[in-house]
C-alpha cells in the first residue's frame, strides 16, 4: 500500500510540473478591476506574449495578439505603446479573432517610417509627421462617436470616417519579424 502510494504521488507530481511549464495561449489582464477585464490570446502560437502585470503585457516578435475588452463595445481605448526593437507594429480595429485572416477592415502601421491607416485594403491616411522612436513611450487613444473613428498619438489626432461598424471590442497588434512592443496603462472609459 505504502509503494503505491508513493508511486502514484510521484505521478502526479510529474504530471503537475508538465502541466505548470507549459505556457497557455491566453492569459487575463485587469481580473481584479471589475468591469475593465481584458483577455489576451496569441493568434499565432505560444510564447508571442508574456504578462508583465495586471495592466502590462510584452508582444514579442512575429506575433498575433488579440486584446478583448469584455462586454465592452462603444467605448474609448487608451494604453502606452513603447517599441523595444524593431521597426514598428499593425493595430486592426473591428475585426474579431475568427475573422482576422480574411477581414481586417481597419489597420493602422505605425512605424518608425511614419504611419498608414488603411480601410478594407485601401490606404486612407499616412504621412511622416507621426513616427515610433525606440523606447519612447506613446499614449494612443481610439475614439469612435457615431461614423468618425479619432485615433490619437500622444496629443496629433487622426480622424478618419468609418461606417458599418459596430463594435470594438477586440483591438488585435501584429509585431513583425524583429519588433517587440510594450503595452501598458490601459485604460477602457465611456464614449
Known amino acids: 500500500m505504502g509503494k503505491n502510494l508513493f ?3 510521484i505521478v502526479i507530481s510529474v504530471l503537475s510540473i508538465l502541466a505548470n511549464s507549459c505556457s497557455p495561449d491566453t492569459f487575463v489582464l485587469n481580473k481584479y478591476e471589475g468591469d475593465n477585464v481584458i483577455y489576451v490570446r496569441m493568434l499565432n502560437g505560444i510564447g508571442k506574449t508574456e504578462k508583465i502585470n495586471e495592466n502590462s503585457l510584452e508582444i514579442k516578435p512575429d506575433a498575433i495578439v488579440s486584446l478583448k475588452f469584455i462586454e465592452e463595445t462603444q467605448f474609448i481605448d487608451e494604453f502606452n505603446l513603447t517599441l523595444k526593437s524593431g521597426n514598428g507594429v499593425s493595430l486592426y480595429l473591428y475585426t474579431t479573432e475568427a475573422e482576422f485572416g480574411e477581414q481586417k477592415n481597419i489597420e ?7 504611419y498608414k491607416i488603411i480601410k478594407n485594403e485601401e490606404m486612407i491616411a499616412g504621412s511622416d509627421s507621426i513616427k515610433l522612436e525606440l523606447n519612447k513611450n506613446y499614449r494612443i487613444k481610439i475614439q469612435q462617436e457615431g ?3 479619432k485615433f490619437s498619438v500622444n496629443c496629433a489626432d487622426i480622424i478618419i470616417q468609418v461606417s458599418k461598424y459596430v463594435s470594438n471590442e477586440y483591438l ?5 519579424r524583429t519588433s517587440e512592443i510594450q503595452i501598458d496603462g490601459i485604460t477602457k ?3
Not at 493602422?108 to 511614419?114: E, I, K, P
Not at 488585435?172 to 513583425?176: E, K, L
Request: charged residues 5%.
Open 189 to 191: 472609459q465611456e464614449n
Open 7 to 9: 508511486l502514484i504521488l
Open 147 to 149: 461614423n468618425l473613428l
Open 108 to 114: 493602422v502601421n505605425l512605424t518608425t517610417a511614419g
Open 172 to 176: 488585435i497588434f501584429q509585431t513583425g
